[in-house]
């Protein structure tokens, strides 16, 4: 990486990052089927890939192809250099004491099960507690109930405000000594809203309740520092990183991995097999049984390392201008209901927004955005309750990133002017 570092007091006089950064996602150069420039305001759900992400995947495949921690022949040892080099850089990012505290999964998914199968079975009994919210992703829900349906520990839910934030006093309010554990996201991928860690993960710890948090929404747009956050477990997913699909992993404090017994079994995560027992490897491998995903994992580091070297702090200033940019324009669209805090009422709130038109469905308009070459979301997000919440069952969503332009917004908010124009004369 040879740019210039960019400043995180950027303006629109400025040179942006999209200016700077942009010529590295070949997958953006492309026309769309409408025949004009691919916008793509999808970035909630994935990340595209820079080209240094894309050239790691091909080098390690192409010359560095072995199996990890196994072999004495010099594939092997470079594969394993890679591979727990992006451990590291993985540590680097999110502030850990120690790599040893990275456990490498599938994905961020995979990452919360791992923690309701390890910690939550050895730890939680009939009438104990978890707290979640109204606005989790299905991937904070789902491992829960099955967790409550082995052990009969009960699952309570923070409800939202009227703005679509946080309700601190629900949380107060449900959160007791019979609380084990809080999960909750860190920037919902739905409401955009930023959830109050500074006076949610104290209030946990004073009940006794650990807190685990899914910084999906948050790592490529925000520093983020564990210590600093105080948090038990963090998870994160490669892919809405820059890099490849199938990567994930999961942060615990060391105490906790190391208490925690294995979540799958067979070969790497052991130290020695006997016919009748075993016993485990040290962290983190301990929890890594089988194969990894080597190439995936080093797409990850090389996307880390693209990030780290633009700068968490110079995207989040970026970002923002370019969310109160994208909120002034739908504002100004009439019957188009965003959900969620405005940039306004919530200045650290995710890259997004997420919205309703009267009449008209969501599909419906990312459908005919998509025949224009502009690329959304529709449906509910991995986020049924917090759409029943709503009484809706699908909802829009323009999700931005770093090299995303002011231009984008503009042709999205016309486009959608003039969607929401033809469904409602054809309707």
């Not at 200016?19 to 909630?44: M, T, V």
């Not at 899914?214 to 998870?235: M, N, R, T």
């Not at 809706?392 to 995303?404: D, E, H, N, P, Q």
Request: negative net charge; glycine residues 6%.
């Amino acid at each position: 990486m040879t740019a210039t570092q960019p400043s995180a007091s950027l303006n629109r006089e400025q040179l942006t990052l999209a200016e700077l950064f942009r010529p590295d996602f070949p997958i953006l150069d492309q026309l769309s089927a409408a025949g004009g420039p691919l916008i793509y305001l999808d970035h909630a759900a994935t990340s595209q890939k820079p080209q240094q992400v894309l050239e790691a995947l091909n080098h390690y495949y192409a010359s560095d192809n072995a199996n990890v921690h196994r072999g004495a022949h010099q594939l092997s040892a470079r594969a394993t250099e890679d591979f727990e080099a992006a451990r590291t850089r993985t540590s680097c990012l999110i502030s850990a004491a120690t790599s040893r505290e990275i456990v490498f999964t599938r994905n961020a998914s995979e990452a919360i099960n791992l923690v309701a199968r390890s910690w939550g079975d050895a730890n939680l009994r009939e009438g104990d507690e978890v707290l979640l919210t109204l606005m989790e992703h299905h991937s904070n829900l789902v491992p829960w109930q099955l967790l409550a349906q082995r052990t009969g520990c009960v699952l309570k839910h923070v409800g939202i405000t009227e703005s679509g934030e946080f309700d601190l006093d629900d949380f107060n309010h449900k959160l007791t000594d019979r609380t084990k554990l809080v999960s909750l996201v860190h920037i919902s991928n739905t409401l955009g809203c930023c959830n109050p860690l500074e006076l949610i993960v104290p209030a946990a710890h004073s009940s006794g309740a650990l807190v685990l948090l899914d910084a999906c929404q948050s790592l490529a747009h925000k520093p983020i520092d564990v210590a600093a956050l105080d948090v038990d477990f963090l998870v994160g997913s490669s892919h809405k990183l820059c890099g490849p699909t199938g990567m994930g992993f999961l942060w615990a404090r060391e105490t906790l991995l190391e208490a925690m017994p294995p979540f799958l079994g067979g070969g790497e995560m052991i130290q020695d097999v006997f016919l009748d027992n075993s016993t485990w490897a040290d962290l983190p491998h301990k929890f890594e049984a089988g194969t990894p995903a080597i190439g995936e994992a080093v797409g990850m580091g090389a996307a880390i390392r693209y990030l780290q070297n633009i700068g968490l702090d110079a995207i989040q200033a970026w970002e923002a201008q370019l969310t109160t940019h994208l909120f002034e324009r739908l504002q100004g669209i009439e019957a188009v209901r965003i959900l969620g805090p405005t940039p306004d009422q919530q200045p650290n709130r995710g890259a997004l927004a997420t919205f309703l038109v009267d009449g008209v469905h969501a599909n419906d308009i990312a459908a005919l955005m998509d025949a224009s070459g502009i690329c959304i979301r529709s449906g509910h997000h991995c986020c049924q309750p917090l759409h029943r919440h709503f009484q809706v069952t699908a909802s829009a969503r323009a999700s931005l990133s770093f090299i995303s332009t002011f231009d984008e917004i503009d042709q999205f908010a016309d486009e959608l002017m003039s969607t929401i124009e033809f469904l409602r004369a054809n309707g």
